[in-house]
């Protein structure tokens, strides 16, 4: 099955948004990389906001269906959360920053309409992260000091920071040691 132009482009344009950034990149390099003509882009995509907003949609909905499959995968929502930072992980493995932390990183140089949608995101995955932390305090017997969106909030901002600092390092890091320590202590 071949991939369509559209996707083809979404697909270059996510790569280069999470391993140079949005402001690094351009039509010209797209249409070096998928082999069209910069015209036939703007068919596609009349605006490089047009284009953005397009691949942060279509990766939030990618996105909820990963975290229904760990859903429906792990009944345990401390397996839940551990498989969650195994997409950080696997990110990290294809030298990709996660989209949400490629977007805060530019946030004040973006759209507006990119600027939302970085927001939407971050905001699903803290609440995914606090629903089920939640649940874990429940099932676990945890006595939590904090409300869960504040455990949600350290425990993301370990992943993105360690996604960052293994960036900047290389693959000698572990991208998963802060994070998984604050999760295994939080009892």
């Not at 425990?155 to 360690?162: D, N, Y």
Request: net charge negative; with cysteine; charged share 20%.
């Amino acid at each position: 099955m071949s991939v369509s132009t559209r996707d083809a482009l979404l697909k270059s344009a996510e790569i280069h948004l999470r391993s140079k950034g949005y402001a690094a990149f351009s039509y010209a390099d797209l249409s070096e990389e998928i082999g069209i003509r910069k015209a036939s882009i703007h068919h596609h995509f009349p605006t490089k906001e047009n284009l953005g907003v397009a691949l942060i949609t279509q990766y939030i909905e990618v996105f909820t269906e990963k975290l229904q499959a760990i859903d429906a995968a792990h009944a345990d929502p401390v397996e839940r959360l551990r498989a969650f930072g195994g997409l950080f992980l696997a990110s990290a493995n294809d030298h990709l920053l996660p989209l949400c932390g490629a977007l805060a990183a530019e946030m004040a140089a973006l759209p507006e309409s990119l600027q939302a949608l970085g927001r939407q995101l971050m905001a699903q995955q803290l609440d995914w992260m606090a629903n089920n932390l939640a649940l874990a305090a429940q099932l676990h017997g945890w006595t939590l000091r904090k409300p869960p969106k504040d455990y949600a909030f350290m425990l993301l901002s370990a992943l993105e920071g360690a996604s960052f600092i293994g960036w900047a390092l290389g693959p000698s890091t572990d991208p998963l040691a802060a994070f998984h320590y604050m999760l295994d202590n939080l009892a």
